[in-house]
């Protein structure tokens, strides 16, 4: 049977033993975040997040960088054609040049966009565009700008871009 001097003993030991725990968990060094867990842990982005690593992306996108990544979100990969969506899962190659035309190998915030032309990772040119605070590249706007990561920004759209076929 437990005296109540034990008991607050244990009480003690268990409150010890907590707080060790917490401030553990508080203390350690958080590790960077890259753009593709970014993406990952982003949950409009799963669809991205899935197709990056389909694509065999998601070592690219952990890497150094810096990226700017323009995400397409779950309601813009549902535009998208079923038969588009089914031929991209059968030909990696395709499904890698169209994600890769929405990274950009260099780092740009929403406030430094200019109305300019930039080079995609894939290599085709994607054209930029602000007026105001309202961002575009191509034919999609940017619905969530400025999302940090380790190695870049992520910048979510509303629409799949489409590369220039070669």
């Known amino acids: 049977m437990l005296t109540s001097k034990s008991f607050a003993l244990a009480r003690r030991a268990a409150l010890c033993a907590a707080l060790t725990v ?4 508080c203390a350690g060094p958080q590790k960077p975040v890259s753009v593709a867990d970014t993406i990952a842990k982003t949950p409009s982005l799963s669809t991205l997040s899935g197709l990056i690593t389909s694509a065999g ?3 690219d996108l952990q890497s150094a960088g810096p990226f700017t ?5 779950n309601e813009a990969f549902k535009a998208v054609k079923p038969a588009t969506m089914e031929d991209l899962a059968k030909h990696p190659a395709k499904l890698k040049d169209l994600l890769s035309y929405h990274v950009v190998p260099s780092l740009t915030l929403a406030k430094d966009v200019k109305n300019s032309s930039v ?3 894939n290599g085709d040119p994607l054209a930029l565009s602000k007026a105001g605070d309202f961002v575009t590249v191509e034919n999609a706007a940017v619905v969530q700008a400025d999302l940090l990561a380790a190695n870049g920004v992520i910048h979510i759209v509303d629409t799949v871009m489409t590369p220039v076929k070669k």
């Open 22 to 25: 917490l401030v553990s968990a």
């Open 69 to 73: 990544v323009f995400a397409p979100n």
């Open 119 to 121: 080079k995609a990772l």
């Open 57 to 59: 992306l998601t070592a």
